[in-house]
């Protein structure tokens, strides 16, 4: 409203409007992460190899000059056992011989394992739900 002054004068209030901006923060949804295990059984099949041996004692008997070596047939090692005998005269005899021989196998291993696993599983929930059960 106009207010009339002296000296015929009106003075004319102006008025302005401002925005006030506020804010706030509000809750409008949760996130809930848990973790499922889960087990399940694998059948693993791997082959494995093994080693036997077989020692063999074989009796020679029998007069040699010098001691033998070991030595290799095929697969086979044969280590010589010497004995000294007191006769009229002292000789080398070959008393026995041990025959160890390397047999080489394989097999298939068949064997049940359980295997572990974990999944995440992300939920949703609204700004309504209280807790998270």
């Known amino acids: 409203m106009a207010t009339p002054t002296r000296n015929d004068e009106t003075t004319i209030p102006v008025v302005e409007e401002r925005a006030v901006i506020r804010k706030r923060k509000r809750i409008t949804g949760a996130v809930r992460i848990r973790i499922v295990n889960s087990e399940h059984e694998q059948v693993i099949e791997e082959p494995v190899a093994s080693e036997e041996v077989e020692v ?68 949703r929930l609204d700004a309504e739900d209280d807790a998270p059960a």
């Open 56 to 123: 063999e004692r074989v009796p020679v008997d029998a007069w040699v000059e010098t001691a033998a070596p070991i030595r290799q047939e095929g697969d086979t090692t044969i280590i010589p056992i010497h004995e000294e005998v007191v006769v009229a005269e002292k000789r080398l005899k070959l008393v026995e011989e041990i025959r160890v021989t390397r047999r080489h196998s394989n097999r298939l291993a068949t064997e049940r394992v359980r295997l572990r696993r974990e999944e995440p599983v992300v939920e």
